[in-house]
């Protein structure tokens, strides 16, 4: 072995070594996070968070020459003491997919899943990973659609892909897939691995076949029972946005004026289903509104969701996208300050009354040099100090606060 050589398979081994280290950290963090009753948990303790949306992070670690903006943003995440991370575990046809077609995988790609998840561990950060996407972003059910009319089905529209059996198979094996992925980079299965909190189903579906929430339905069912015969460790959510449907029909004058075809109440209901999640766009589904009237719809729908999932569903919520674009009119760094801290003011409000909002993650945490990537919501922590302290201080006070419950528990004041 030449001198080169040699020295290239040190350097390779010391990375191995690190990654495992770190992979020990995590899983002396609190191996597995559960549900009891409406809370998380972890080794028996309260887990609440403050985390963070960034799904571009497999996409952006493809490359070589782009790895570092995963890295650095889970380094300046962790600086800012969040805790978990949401991101895409699909990438369906297109640039840098995942899955070129059905069933055939990009190993490159994969590899960069497994570096997303290995550096979330070295930070101490958990992960939720989303399996398809409702949009054609990625990918996502159009991809799937497109793939099944090339393979002779006769596809009615992008809603077949609820009830198709050849959609349904696709989606089955990439779940199957990604499930049982043993880490290049840790040498543990996907399945078996703490540093991921949860599994999310699709991001946001949607269904305009069914506005009632019966055909989605019947697919979280059959979808959620599946993941659970593969994985019963880690925990499992859809992707909701949290509109409500037919089950209860009185609720869905929460709704922002429409329906999207799904149920918060009924979807959520389903066994399997570990915890609900909600999104919230006021600025986009009330954008003929002024701020004050977006923000009362924000808070109304923190605080009738905290309510139904503590009281119907009997699960943890967590609040999983929410942002303010620049994009908006009037739209300053101050105001979308302001703007997150009354949303973590009130969510940690309904917190303390015992019916609230178990963790939030902000959209979206990006990188330096990330551009091509930006929608508005975009926010680089080491760009945008006073966002970075609005954000480290909710993150501490989610800190206390899960120390607080401990304190509870055991009967101890925490000062």
């Known amino acids: 072995m030449s001198l080169s050589h040699r020295a290239g398979y040190v350097v390779e081994v010391l990375i191995t070594l690190l990654a495992l280290v770190c992979q020990a950290r995590v899983h002396s963090h609190g191996r597995f996070v559960r549900t009891e009753g409406t809370r998380f948990v972890v080794n028996g303790s309260d887990f609440v968070f403050n985390g963070f949306n960034s799904y571009w992070m497999m996409h952006v670690a493809a490359e070589l020459s782009e790895k570092h903006k995963v890295s650095n943003t889970f380094r300046e995440a962790a600086d800012a003491a969040l805790s978990v991370c949401r991101t895409w575990a699909f990438s369906d046809g297109g640039d840098r997919a995942l899955q070129i077609s059905p069933g055939v995988y990009d190993e490159r790609v994969f590899q960069a899943l497994d570096f997303v998840i290995s550096e979330a561990s070295r930070h101490g950060i958990r992960l939720i990973l989303s399996f398809v996407n409702n949009f054609k972003d990625y990918g996502g059910r159009p991809q799937y659609v497109e793939w099944a009319r090339n393979a002779g089905v006769d596809v009615n529209g992008e809603d077949d892909f609820y009830t198709d059996p050849t959609m349904k198979e696709y989606y089955k094996n990439h779940v199957k897939k990604v499930i049982t992925r043993l880490n290049t980079i840790s040498k543990i299965a996907y399945k078996d691995d703490p540093t991921i909190m949860a599994w999310e189903l699709m991001n946001e579906p949607r269904c305009q076949a069914d506005y009632s929430g019966r055909m989605v339905n019947g697919w979280v069912q059959e979808m959620a029972n599946f993941v659970k015969s593969l994985d019963n460790k880690h925990l499992l959510e859809i992707g909701m946005e949290g509109f409500y449907g037919d089950s209860m029909p009185e609720k869905k004058v929460n709704n922002p004026g429409y329906q999207v075809g799904t149920d918060f109440i009924a979807n959520n209901l ?41 009281r119907i569903l009997k699960k943890p919520l967590v609040l999983a996208e929410f942002g303010k674009s620049n994009k908006d009119s009037g739209h300053s760094l101050r105001a979308r300050d302001q703007y997150l801290i009354t949303v973590y003011e009130s969510m940690n409000k309904f917190e303390r009354t015992g019916e609230g909002i178990s963790g939030s993650l902000v959209w979206q945490l990006m990188a330096e040099g990330m551009d091509s990537y930006g929608d508005g919501y975009g926010i680089i922590l080491s760009q945008h100090a006073s966002t970075r302290g609005v954000i480290s201080a909710e993150s501490h006070k989610m800190t206390t606060f899960g120390r607080m419950l401990l304190g509870r528990k055991h009967g101890k004041s925490v000062s």
Request: proline share 2%.
């Open 270 to 310: 389903v066994k399997e289903i570990d915890f609900s999640t909600i999104h919230a766009y006021p600025d986009i589904w009330l954008s003929g509104k002024n701020d004050s009237a977006q923000m009362a719809f924000m808070q109304r729908w923190m605080h009738t969701h905290s309510i139904d999932s503590n």
